[in-house]
């Protein structure tokens, strides 16, 4: 066990025990450690980690909120996490062997690590497009009836430069429709999204409120000129599901 922790921490905390001020590593680890057989992960360790995640995921969406997700700030991101699942799991190999000169390292790469995130996240927030109102939807008006098995024609406003349209049907017990095609790997190209009245999967909506999600997604480029796709705000109107099964009993499954 502690040969494990000690090879791996080498090579994670490399960066701050020199005195850096960011971590250094290019996302793959310097050494491979041998496999992880320590003990299961206790009741203290999932929830620091839960709290862990928790605080960070919040933090990422208010630095990010109302700008579009580039690539860039995707790698980013990506980077960030399997350099902290990897710094949460040596921590944890450090308290089961009660090393706690190891777990202050630790915790002082952590806090390093997220603070190069955040400044890195931060500029490239403000560098990336600023997200777009979310499309308006034509048809059906909101409050509408939808029968089960009939033919529902969902019409959205067109966006100025869009490629892609999202329309999904949101109902009970997650139950849902949407124009997107497995064998393209894409959302409808026009602004207009019909669920056809012999849908096999009208048979698992169950009558009562539902809703409708549209969006729309448009070519744009990041400030180094690199092209990605980015979507709209999301709108969602409410609408009523008719002549389908009665709604499961509370508990029932």
């Not at 360790?45 to 960070?56: L, P």
């Not at 580039?70 to 960030?80: R, Y």
């Not at 609408?239 to 008719?242: C, D, F, Q």
């Given at each position: 066990m502690r040969a494990i922790l000690g090879t791996t921490l080498v090579a994670m905390l490399v960066a701050v025990s020199a005195g850096a001020a960011t971590p250094t590593d290019s996302g793959?680890?310097?050494v491979l450690a041998p496999h992880d057989a320590g003990p299961a992960e206790t009741t203290?360790?999932?929830?620091?980690?839960?709290?862990?995640?928790?605080?960070?995921?919040k933090k990422e969406q208010e630095v990010t909120k109302?700008?579009?997700?580039?690539?860039?700030?995707?790698?980013?991101?990506?980077?960030?996490?399997?350099r902290a699942y990897k710094a949460l799991r040596i921590r944890e190999l450090a308290e089961d062997d009660k090393e706690t000169s190891a777990i202050t390292r630790v915790d002082a790469y952590i806090t390093k690590l997220d603070q190069h995130f955040f400044t890195e996240l931060t500029t490239l927030a403000a560098e990336a497009p600023a997200l777009l109102p979310a499309p308006a939807l034509t048809a059906p008006a909101k409050g509408s009836s939808l029968g089960v098995g009939t033919a529902v024609s969902i019409k959205i406003a067109p966006v100025a430069g869009a490629t892609?349209?999202?329309?999904?049907?949101w109902g009970k017990e997650h139950h849902m429709w949407s124009n997107y095609d497995p064998a393209t790997k894409q959302f409808g190209a026009t602004p207009e999204c019909t669920i056809p009245a012999g849908d096999a999967k009208w048979a698992k909506f169950e009558s009562g409120g539902a809703n409708i999600q549209i969006r729309a997604e448009i070519p744009e480029k990041t400030k180094k000129g690199v092209a990605f796709n980015m979507w709209t705000h999301t709108a969602q109107i409410p609408?009523?599901?008719?002549g389908g099964a009665a709604p499961a009993a509370s508990g029932a499954k």
């Open positions: 793959k680890p310097a203290g360790q999932k929830a620091y980690r839960n709290a862990y995640i928790s605080k960070t995921v109302e700008r579009a997700w580039t690539p860039d700030i995707g790698a980013t991101e990506n980077l960030h996490w399997k892609h349209y999202y329309c999904l049907l609408v009523t599901i008719t």
